[in-house]
């Protein structure tokens, strides 16, 4: 078992910037990927960023040239670098790690909520 645990959402004004973190604990062997999802009301759930054990990453549209995210495998953490940010990011971010164990486990953190508004 994964335990995920988030840290960095609030409040933040217009073209604000926030880093959102994202700790893995517990049997942590096989670590495939490790991404950032975001929910917002009424919305579904949306794939924001993922970067895999390479290095390899992928963003929505909506966040290439605004978000980054990056991983330091040694100490099993994810982050997020939220820059320029619209009211439209405004949600829930839920931290997601995916493990080989035979098959692939996906694993997924309470959230934090980020809000943009002025």
């Known amino acids: 078992q994964v335990q995920l645990v988030e840290s960095g959402g609030g409040l933040v004004q217009p073209g604000g910037s926030l880093r959102l973190s994202c700790a893995a604990s517990?049997?942590?062997?096989?670590?495939?990927?490790m991404g950032w999802y975001r929910q917002a009301p009424g919305n579904q759930r949306e794939l924001v960023a993922k970067?895999?054990?390479?290095?390899?990453?992928n963003y929505a549209d909506s966040v290439k040239g605004r978000f980054t995210i990056s991983r330091d495998n040694a100490k099993n953490t994810v982050y997020l670098q939220m820059n320029s940010l619209k009211p439209e990011d405004t949600a829930v971010y839920c931290c997601?790690?995916?493990?080989?164990?035979?098959?692939?486990?996906?694993?997924w953190g309470q959230g934090t909520q980020v809000t943009v508004s002025s």
């Open positions: 997601m790690v995916g493990q080989l164990s035979g098959r692939i486990m996906n694993y």
């Open positions: 517990g049997s942590t062997g096989n670590i495939l990927y």
């Open positions: 970067i895999t054990n390479g290095g390899t990453t």
